[in-house]
């Protein structure tokens, strides 16, 4: 069984990494997820931990990320590497597994893709990437239809929120990342 650092532990340690502003993001997710993993059946204690650290490294300066990238060896794809907004998720990962000892693959997952979802997303890292986009913070058109189809639907309100992200990206005229487009594609697949 995996042994997880005590939430008051997390909740400090967040705090402290965070400006107050996306520590209440933060909050709002803790809340969204144990509230999304209750309802669908999801592990509730890996919830709280991967929303406690989803955002863990959001606020770095783009500097301390590109110098934790190349100490962690990660190496990002093409796509990544061009939107520095997606960083902070793949090197948060990595600060859950050396800093805070996760080793829970399915939570470091969860904060791995969070920003992108991807193809097969587990039923966490669907309450991860969801309760992300949801919390009661958030506030832009089409929040309150993914808030409804999440009490109902929850693989239904990821494949809407991805659609949305996507379409957002696209007015935007942001890059797509394949991962987003794999994860729509993989659940349009599973419920034809």
Not at 28 to 33: D, I, L, M, N
Not at 86 to 98: D, K, N, T
Not at 113 to 134: C, K, N, P, W
Not at 135 to 158: K, N, Q, T, Y
């Amino acid at each position: 069984m995996t042994v997880f650092p005590e939430e008051p532990v997390l909740e400090a340690a967040v705090r402290r990494r965070l400006s107050p502003g996306r520590f209440a993001h933060t909050v709002g997710v803790v809340e969204t997820a144990e509230e999304l993993a209750r309802r669908f059946g999801i592990d509730v204690r890996k919830a709280r931990v991967a929303a406690w650290l989803h955002d863990v490294a959001k606020d770095e300066p783009r500097e301390s990320l590109l110098k934790r990238a190349e100490e962690f060896g990660i190496v990002f794809d093409e796509i990544t590497a061009r939107q520095a907004e997606l960083w902070h998720s793949v090197i948060g990962a990595e600060i859950a597994r050396r800093e805070f000892g996760i080793d829970d693959e399915e939570v470091l997952a969860a904060i791995r893709y969070h920003t992108t979802g991807r193809a097969g997303m587990s039923g966490l890292e669907q309450v991860i990437f969801l309760a992300d986009i949801i919390e009661p913070g958030r506030e832009f058109p089409g929040v309150e239809e993914l808030r409804r189809r999440s009490r109902e639907d929850l693989e239904g309100a990821v494949l809407a929120a991805l659609e949305s992200t996507i379409c957002y990206v696209i007015r935007q005229g942001g890059l797509l990342h394949p991962d987003a487009v794999a994860a729509r594609n993989h659940i349009l697949l599973r419920r034809s």
